[in-house]
C-alpha cells in the first residue's frame, strides 16, 4: 500500500480538527465536556489512521460518534474516503456502521434543535450522499486507469506491429537480396569456367574475363554486405538499397546472362504495358531463378524465355532450356530450395507456378495475375 503524502496528512489533521473544534465549541458547557475533549482527540487521531486504514479507523469514528457528536466530522470524512478506496459493499457497511452510531449518539444525546426522527433522517441522507459521491469518484478512477491501461496496451501493440511489419520487409529484402547474390555467384561461376576450359584465349580474352570475374566478385561481397546488414537489423540500410527491378528490367537481366555466354533468348509479347510493382517485381525474380538453375544445372544449353500477358488477364513466364546430358556435373552446387521459395513468392503475389521435365526439356511456367 502506498503511504499518504505529507500533505495529505497535514490537510485531513487541519480539515477534521478544524469542523472537530467547531463542534467541541458547540458542546461547550455540558455535563460531557471532559468526554467530548476525550472523544475529540480520538477521533483525531483516529482520522489520521483512515489514511492508512480507512475502514479500522472509520469504524473507531463510527464508535466515537456514538459516545459524542464531536466524532461526526471524522466519521463522514472516514465514510467518505472508503467508498473511495474498498469496494461498495465494504463502503455500504462501514456507512451502515456510521448510521448506526449516530442512532445511538441520538438516543443518549438528542439535538435539542431538531426531532429525532427529522436528525436521522439528515443522518441518513448524508451518508447516503457521502456513499454515492464516493463511488462515483472511485468508478471515475478505475475508468481513467482502464482507459489509460488500454492506450498503454494499443500503443503497445501498435509499436509490435510496426516492428513485425518491419522485420517482414527486412525478411522480404533478404530473400530478394539472396537471389540477387546467387544469379550473381552463377555469372562468376559461368565466367571462371570459361577460364578454366579455354586457356588457350588471348590475353586479351584471358584479360577480360578476368576483369568480369572481379567485377562479378565485388558486387557479390556488396550485395552479401547488404544481406548481412538486413540481418542485424540495421535501419539506415534499408535507405541505402537500390530501387527492387521489376520486369521492365528483364532485357537487362538477359543481357548480362549474354555477356555471360549464355545463350537467352527472350520473347516479350506484353506490349511494353506496366505490370503492378509487386507482380512486376515476382516476374523478374522468376526470370532470374530460371536463368540461374540454367546455368547451374544446364551449363552451355540455350534458354528460352516468353512473357505473354495483357492487362485483365494473367501474365505468363515460360522459360524452357534443354536437359544437360546424363551423368554431367552441375556448373555450381545448388541449395534445392530456390524453386520452393519461388514457390511461395508467387503464391503470395496470388499466382501460381510449375516446373517439370518433359522428354529432354526442362520448363518452369508461373502465372501472375495482371489486374486492369
Known amino acids: 500500500m502506498r503511504p499518504p503524502r505529507p500533505v495529505a496528512v497535514a490537510g485531513v489533521i487541519f480539515a477534521v480538527g478544524a469542523l472537530t473544534a467547531v463542534s467541541l465549541w458547540g458542546q461547550a458547557g455540558g455535563a460531557e465536556l471532559g468526554l467530548d475533549v476525550a472523544v475529540s482527540i480520538a477521533s483525531l487521531a483516529a482520522a489520521v489512521v483512515q489514511l492508512w486504514w480507512p475502514v479500522s479507523g472509520t469504524l473507531a469514528t463510527a464508535l466515537l460518534a456514538a459516545l459524542s457528536p464531536v466524532a461526526t466530522p471524522a466519521a463522514t470524512t472516514g465514510a467518505l474516503q472508503v467508498a473511495q478506496r474498498r469496494r461498495f459493499p465494504v463502503a455500504a457497511a462501514v456507512v451502515a456502521a456510521g448510521i448506526a452510531g449516530h442512532v445511538v449518539q ?17 443522518i441518513c441522507a448524508a451518508y447516503g450522499a457521502l456513499l454515492g459521491w464516493g ?22 501493440e ?16 533478404a530473400r530478394e537480396m539472396h537471389d540477387v547474390l546467387a544469379h550473381r555467384l552463377s555469372l562468376v561461376a559461368t565466367h571462371a569456367g570459361a577460364l578454366e576450359y579455354r586457356p588457350d584465349s588471348s590475353p586479351e580474352q584471358l584479360a577480360r574475363a578476368a576483369g568480369v570475374v572481379r567485377s562479378g566478385v565485388h ?10 546488414g538486413l540481418l542485424r537489423e540495421d535501419d539506415d540500410l534499408l535507405d541505402e538499397l537500390a530501387p527492387r527491378p521489376t520486369l521492365a528490367d528483364v532485357p537487362l537481366l538477359v543481357d548480362e546472362a549474354l555477356q555471360a555466354g549464355q545463350a537467352v533468348q527472350l520473347s516479350d509479347e506484353t506490349t511494353g504495358a506496366a505490370l503492378p510493382a509487386a507482380a512486376g517485381r515476382t516476374g523478374y525474380r522468376v526470370v532470374q531463378e530460371g536463368l540461374t538453375n540454367a546455368r547451374k544445372h544446364a ?14 488477364t494473367r501474365l505468363l513466364i515460360d522459360i524452357r532450356n534443354p536437359l544437360p546430358a546424363p551423368g554431367s556435373a552441375p556448373a555450381a552446387p545448388g541449395s534445392g530450395v530456390g524453386l520452393v521459395g519461388l514457390t511461395e513468392r508467387v503464391r503470395l503475389a496470388g499466382g501460381q507456378l510449375d516446373h517439370h521435365s518433359s522428354g529432354r526439356q526442362f520448363q518452369l511456367q508461373a502465372w501472375l495475375p495482371w489486374p486492369m
Open 106 to 122: 441520538g438516543l443518549w444525546r438528542p439535538n435539542s434543535g431538531i426531532s429525532l426522527g427529522w436528525w436521522l433522517l439528515l
Open 219 to 228: 558486387q557479390a561481397l556488396e550485395e552479401l554486405r547488404q544481406v548481412i
Open 299 to 312: 551449363p552451355g544449353q540455350p534458354v528460352e524465355v516468353l512473357l505473354r500477358g495483357t492487362p485483365g
Open 135 to 156: 463511488a462515483l469518484a472511485r468508478s471515475r478512477r478505475a475508468l481513467l486507469f482502464s482507459l489509460h491501461e488500454r492506450a498503454r496496451r494499443a500503443e503497445a
Open 158 to 173: 501498435q509499436g509490435r506491429r510496426v516492428a513485425e511489419a518491419r522485420m517482414a520487409e527486412r525478411r522480404q529484402l
